[in-house]
T-cell receptor, first 114, second 112 residues
Framework: GAGVSQSPSNKVTEKGKDVELRCDPISGHTALYWYRQSLGQGLEFLIYFQGNSAPDKSGLPSDRFSAERTGGSVSTLTIQRTQQEDSAVYLC????????????FGPGTRLLVL | GENVEQHPSTLSVQEGDSAVIKCTYSDSASNYFPWYKQELGKGPQLIIDIRSNVGEKKDQRIAVTLNKTAKHFSLHITETQPEDSAVYFCAARSSGTYKYIFGTGTRLKVLA
């Protein structure tokens, strides 16, 4: 079946612009994660959605970052007034939820802020 | 806060040799330990995982061992092949939570 998809695959933007990154999780997966992966680093947790519960936004690095998940499926990560330090790969993962641990990752969006 | 340390950061082995990557976790409540392989330009893929009620798990050329007392777990790849070249990440998750703490990754190069 289809895996997790993300778009765009690459995004180049100018400092100060807003960007939107999209994640389509695996159908039926109720849990959705966003991570940031800086060059040569591990995965930094950003935000977690589980069903209709309030999301855990504790990993968002600043108020310029926000995320939504509409209808329990597609999620959008928005970065406002981008800065050069926002340049990274943004990864989305989904899992069945309900205690199912296995995460399935998308290919990521490579963001470059000039 | 919770932390996962991963070593080495880079590892080069000759084709056919074994590779071992080690991780240490800080949260004694951690009970699930997945390993991911990330190839260039792709997202991480789960290759093997282990739960705290098991000491070792094997899947063909890949094995993971867990020492709960010492709070460390290791990935073992035997008979390495060039296609094993990638970045490998360990992670830990605690019971009753959904957050994964990831190691910083190991870049494995298998030399033909």
């Amino acid at each position: 079946g289809a895996g997790v998809s993300q778009s765009p695959s690459n995004k180049v933007t100018e400092k100060g612009k807003d960007v939107e990154l999209r994640c389509d999780p695996i159908s039926g997966h109720t849990a959705l994660y966003w991570y940031r992966q800086s060059l040569g680093q591990g995965l930094e947790f950003l935000i977690y959605f589980q069903g209709n519960s309030a999301p855990d936004k504790s990993g968002l690095p600043s108020d310029r970052f926000s995320a939504e998940r509409t209808g329990g499926s597609v999620s959008t990560l928005t970065i406002q007034r981008t800065q050069q330090e926002d340049s990274a790969v943004y990864l989305c993962a989904s899992s069945r939820g309900q205690g199912e641990e296995t995460q399935y990752f998308g290919p990521g969006t490579r963001l470059l802020v000039l | 806060g919770e932390n996962v340390e991963q070593h080495p950061s880079t590892l080069s082995v000759q084709e056919g040799d074994s590779a071992v990557i080690k991780c240490t976790y800080s949260d004694s409540a951690s009970n699930y330990f997945p390993w991911y392989k990330q190839e260039l330009g792709k997202g991480p893929q789960l290759i093997i995982d282990i739960r705290s009620n098991v000491g070792e798990k094997k899947d063909q050329r890949i094995a993971v061992t867990l020492n709960k007392t010492a709070k460390h777990f290791s990935l073992h790849i035997t008979e390495t092949q060039p296609e094993d070249s990638a970045v490998y990440f360990c992670a830990a998750r605690s019971s009753g939570t959904y957050k994964y703490i990831f190691g910083t990754g190991t870049r494995l190069k298998v030399l033909a």
